[in-house]
T-cell receptor
Framework: AQSVTQPDIHITVSEGASLELRCNYS??????LFWYVQSPGQGLQLLLK??????LVQGIKGFEAEFKRSQSSFNLRKPSVHWSDAAEYFCAVGPFSGGYNKLIFGAGTRLAVHP | GAGVSQSPSNKVTEKGKDVELRCDPISGHTALYWYRQSLGQGLEFLIYFQGNSAPDKSGLPSDRFSAERTGGSVSTLTIQRTQQEDSAVYLC????????????FGPGTRLTVT
């Protein structure tokens, strides 16, 4: 069965430090992969997505993610975190068989940023 | 343009009452989704509408949950005889069509069942 695992429930970093949020998936074929961010009281906003091609994808707000098929991972990175990045981050995988695009989400990683 | 909107933003109801949650998708988006986000949990898929096709209800947790989409646009999620375990944030999303996997989410409705 398809699943998404985000091993870190909470992460705290200092402003200006680098960030990596981990995401591992279980899926029988090449997945479509997404990272969403949810700020307090807000809906989810798409940061970036991977469908095919270059395995390093760039997103909004200075985020990037790398698809590693051998490790079934799609980790999110940012070289220098800003206080406004404090939010909850969700990794998701989108099966596409039958033209059906339900998303399966991980449980999320809550990011806190210290000044 | 306008994003996905949901109403109400907050709803407090007594156990056993029925509630209706509304979602207005982005104009022109044919696909619409409902998800549930419980405290400390990821998003749980509930139901999916695509155009005029029969909805995929595979994620609905019980027969107390139902949803409809009128005119291919606005959707209503109805929970009958609410239970305390129904307390969660209910999120609606829309996407352009089946082949476009980018989903745009609304701000959600926080449901509290007392």
């Amino acid at each position: 069965a398809q699943s998404v695992t985000q091993p870190d429930i909470h992460i705290t970093v200092s402003e200006g430090a680098s960030l990596e949020l981990r995401c591992n998936y279980s899926y029988g074929a090449t997945p479509y992969l997404f990272w969403y961010v949810q700020s307090p009281g807000q809906g989810l906003q798409l940061l970036l997505k991977y469908f095919s091609g270059d395995t390093l994808v760039q997103g909004i707000k200075g985020f990037e993610a790398e698809f590693k098929r051998s490790q079934s991972s799609f980790n999110l990175r940012k070289p220098s975190v800003h206080w406004s990045d404090a939010a909850e981050y969700f990794c998701a995988v989108g099966p596409f068989s039958g033209g059906y695009n339900k998303l399966i989400f991980g449980a999320g990683t809550r990011l806190a940023v210290h000044p | 343009g306008a994003g996905v909107s949901q109403s109400p933003s907050n709803k407090v109801t007594e156990k056993g009452k029925d509630v209706e949650l509304r979602c207005d998708p982005i104009s022109g988006h044919t696909a619409l989704y409902w998800y549930r986000q419980s405290l400390g949990q990821g998003l749980e898929f509930l139901i999916y509408f695509q155009g005029n096709s029969a909805p995929d209800k595979s994620g609905l947790p019980s027969d107390r949950f139902s949803a409809e989409r009128t005119g291919g646009s606005v959707s209503t999620l109805t929970i009958q005889r609410t239970q305390q375990e129904d307390s969660a944030v209910y999120l609606c999303a829309s996407s352009l069509d089946t082949a476009a996997y980018e989903q745009y989410f609304g701000p959600g409705t926080r449901l509290t069942v007392t």
